[in-house]
């Protein structure tokens, strides 16, 4: 008996759920790890680092749970990468202060591997078998942390803005 069109759709679909739901699943076990990780790799205590949601207000100290994840703040499971956001709080050495510094991972699964994305770098690929694997994803995070704070120095540091335009204020 030959399958209607409707049939097989039926079954382009649930072939795609399935597909779906297991990007999501990996995707989230390996943000957990990532995330898990990261304070051993940083030489920090663990609460320095959460997960949280990688667009929008936050507060750094909250235990997200799923939510710092973009699946979330879907009704439906879809085939896209998952986004979430890996904090880290660094306490001041000179006063009772911290500060926290956010950076957004995307993770998917593509055929045996994960492609990692963070912020602007390129992309990185792991195995799905990635206990043990995830050190270049942990340098690269770190390497972005630091990235924001050299490049505000650098620009700082320019004597080019020193003398180049400026606004000043009609007396």
Known sequence: MTKTRFKKLQE???IYGAAAFENLMRCKGLGEAIVSGFSTYMGCDKD???AVPPEGAFDPRKDY???AF???QREV???EPIRFALALTIDNSEDSGALWLRTAIGVEVTGDNFDIFIA???VIRVSLDYKGNL???FEAIYEEFMRTFK???LEFNDKRFATGIGFLPKT
């Open 70 to 72: 973009s699946y979330s």
């Open 151 to 153: 490049v505000e120095v």
């Open 12 to 14: 382009a679909i649930k």
């Open 120 to 122: 602007e770098q390129p």
């Open 48 to 50: 320095c680092v959460k």
């Open 65 to 67: 749970g799923d939510d």
């Open 135 to 137: 050190e270049p994803v």
């Open 77 to 79: 499971i879809v085939l």
